[in-house]
C-alpha cells in the first residue's frame, strides 16, 4: 500500500503525494459513481469511477471520509445523493483489463480480508 493524502474539495477527490503534495489523482465528481464499502470495521473502501478505474482507498477514518465526500458530491451535484453500496464482498477495476474482488469476514479478533485478482477475457 502506498500512502497518500486525501484531499476533498468542492469539484473532486485528489490523491496527493504525502512528501511533495503533487497530484497523482482527481476524481471529479462528474467521474464519480458511487462508493463501495464493507459493514465490518476493515478500513477498506472504493472510489467507483467507471469511465476511468475505480480507487481503493484504506483508513481507519473510512467513515468519516465517505461521508466528506458525500457531502461535497451532494453539494456539486446539487440535491443528487451520491451512492453507497454495503456488502462483505465486491469488485473494483484496477485498469481496463483488470479486475479485483475483494472479501471481508468476521474472525475472532477482527475483520479478513482477502483480494482475488480477475482479468478481462
Known sequence: M???VLMVTN??????DPVNFRQKRRIGYDKLAYI???KFSDNFFVLHAPSEYDYLLVSARKAEIVDVIKKAYKKFKGAMELKVIYNNSF????DNETQREIHFTKVDGGVSTQIFTKTKR
Open 2 to 4: 502506498q500512502k497518500r
Open 11 to 16: 469539484q473532486a477527490v485528489y490523491n496527493l
Open 36 to 38: 463501495s464499502m464493507s
Open 91 to 94: 469488485d473494483y477495476k484496477i
